[in-house]
Structure formats: structure tokens, C-alpha cells
């Protein structure tokens, strides 16, 4: 999976890709699916939600620069697949996921390969705002969820000289955005790769 569909494919962080040669994908996906889980594709887990292909996890991952001292925000923690790359990256993980069952699940998965420097949090209340103001500011965000603009509460959430990666556009088609946050707060957008997630559903997202 990582010659084929991740260096192959131009990426180049080195500890992107030995994190990724270390995180077992198939623990991550339902047993019906396990033969699938090193193909390049996303594969349902349940709850009408998905794990993302292995090389758009890999190049949102590239983009937020991880060296390994950050304190990263996850919006989405799904299967927990990357949110255990995050937790091999960085130095404290706080992600937010608002199904019960998916969050409970990926608990167990981070656990089981001894993850311990994630903190989970279940936003499954309708309405809960989007990120985790309590515990900001972060040198890196995710969204693992497709918004139809970037939430100006997650800029806020940013620190700076923080990145901040989203996929951005309708509720089925979405383009990557990474937007970089200045020592002095100014920001600066870089747009890549057409891909489709699942909405990003709360305040300054898609309604459920």
C-alpha cells in the first residue's frame, strides 16, 4: 500500500510514511471489509460513515508539517485510523467525533496498539460547536469531513504559525484547502486535490 499508493504518488515526509508503515489499516475496518484494507479506497464503517483512502490520509497528513512536538486537533476521529497516525506524529491529539459508536470503537483500536496520548471527545448533542475551545489554541487542525466553508471558529482555534487542513465545497464534492496561520494571525490559503468526504455536520457546517 505505501510504495503503490503513497510514494508513488509524490509523497515525501518520511515520517508520514513510516507512520504509516506502522499503522495497521485493517484493525481500523469492519471484518467484512478486512481483504479491502489496503486497496486505495475509502470503505464504510458503519454508521453511514468512512474510512478515507490511504493516500488522501496521507497527503492531509503531509500537509499539516507534523515534527512531532504539536498539539493536534482532529474534527472527525471515524475508524481512529488517522488519529493513530496523528498520535505517532505529534505530541498530544484531542479529536472530536460525534457518533457514540465510532468513537467508542476507535478507543479500543488506539489502545490496543497503545495510543495513549489521544484524548477522545463525543460532540453528539445537536448543535455542539465545531473543535474544542477549551483546549485551543492548536498548532495543527484536521477535518476529516467535507464543509461547505472553512468555520471560522477552527481559524480562531488556530495558533500561530498553525495549519489548518479541510476539505471545503458542496455535501458530495469538496476540494483540500490548507490554510496557514501567521506569527501575526494573517492567513494564507493553498488549494489541491478534488476529493469527497462525508459532510461536516454542526454550527458552520452542513445541517443533519
Same mark, same amino acid.
Given at each position: =500500500?505505501?510504495?503503490?499508493?503513497?510514494?508513488?504518488?509524490?509523497?515525501?515526509?518520511?515520517?508520514?510514511?513510516?507512520? =504509516?508503515?506502522?499503522?495497521?489499516?485493517?484493525? $481500523?475496518?469492519?471484518?467484512? $471489509?478486512?481483504?479491502?484494507?489496503?486497496?486505495?479506497?475509502?470503505?464504510?464503517? &458503519?454508521?453511514?460513515?468512512?474510512?478515507?483512502?490511504?493516500?488522501?490520509?496521507? +497527503? =492531509?497528513?503531509?500537509?499539516?508539517?507534523?515534527?512531532?512536538?504539536?498539539?493536534?486537533?482532529?474534527? &472527525?476521529?471515524?475508524?481512529?485510523?488517522?488519529?493513530?497516525?496523528?498520535?505517532?506524529? !505529534?505530541?498530544?491529539?484531542?479529536?472530536? @467525533?460525534?457518533?457514540?459508536?465510532? !468513537?467508542?470503537?476507535?478507543?479500543?483500536? +488506539?489502545?490496543?496498539?497503545?495510543?495513549?496520548?489521544?484524548?477522545?471527545?463525543?460532540?453528539?448533542?445537536?448543535?455542539?460547536?465545531?473543535?474544542?475551545?477549551? @483546549?485551543?489554541? $492548536?498548532?495543527?487542525?484536521?477535518?476529516?469531513?467535507?464543509?461547505?466553508?472553512?468555520?471560522?471558529?477552527?481559524?480562531?482555534?488556530?495558533?500561530?504559525? &498553525?495549519? +489548518?487542513?479541510?476539505?471545503?465545497?458542496?455535501?458530495?464534492?469538496?476540494?483540500?484547502?490548507?490554510?496557514?496561520?501567521? @506569527?501575526?494571525?494573517?492567513?494564507?490559503?493553498?488549494?489541491?486535490?478534488?476529493?469527497? $468526504?462525508?459532510?461536516?455536520?454542526?454550527?458552520?457546517?452542513?445541517?443533519?
Amino acid at each position: =500500500m505505501v510504495n503503490d499508493q503513497i510514494v508513488a504518488r509524490e509523497i515525501r515526509d518520511r515520517r508520514v510514511i513510516d507512520a =504509516m508503515l506502522k499503522i495497521p489499516r485493517h484493525i $481500523f475496518v469492519q471484518e467484512a $471489509f478486512a481483504a479491502q484494507a489496503y486497496s486505495d479506497k475509502a470503505l464504510p464503517i &458503519g454508521e453511514k460513515q468512512t474510512i478515507s483512502q490511504p493516500y488522501i490520509v496521507a +497527503l =492531509m497528513t503531509e500537509k499539516l508539517a507534523l515534527t512531532g512536538t504539536e498539539k493536534v486537533l482532529e474534527i &472527525g476521529t471515524g475508524s481512529g485510523y488517522q488519529t493513530a497516525l496523528l498520535a505517532t506524529l !505529534a505530541d498530544r491529539v484531542y479529536s472530536a @467525533e460525534r457518533i457514540r459508536p465510532l !468513537a467508542l470503537q476507535a478507543r479500543k483500536c +488506539l489502545d490496543s496498539l497503545k495510543l495513549f496520548n489521544v484524548q477522545l471527545r463525543i460532540n453528539d448533542s445537536e448543535g455542539s460547536p465545531i473543535g474544542w475551545e477549551e @483546549e485551543a489554541p $492548536f498548532d495543527a487542525i484536521i477535518v476529516t469531513a467535507g464543509a461547505p466553508e472553512v468555520p471560522s471558529i477552527l481559524i480562531d482555534q488556530l495558533a500561530p504559525g &498553525g495549519r +489548518l487542513v479541510i476539505p471545503v465545497g458542496t455535501g458530495t464534492d469538496q476540494q483540500l484547502i490548507t490554510i496557514t496561520k501567521d @506569527e501575526n494571525g494573517e492567513l494564507q490559503q493553498e488549494l489541491s486535490v478534488f476529493c469527497r $468526504f462525508v459532510p461536516l455536520i454542526g454550527k458552520q457546517g452542513w445541517q443533519s
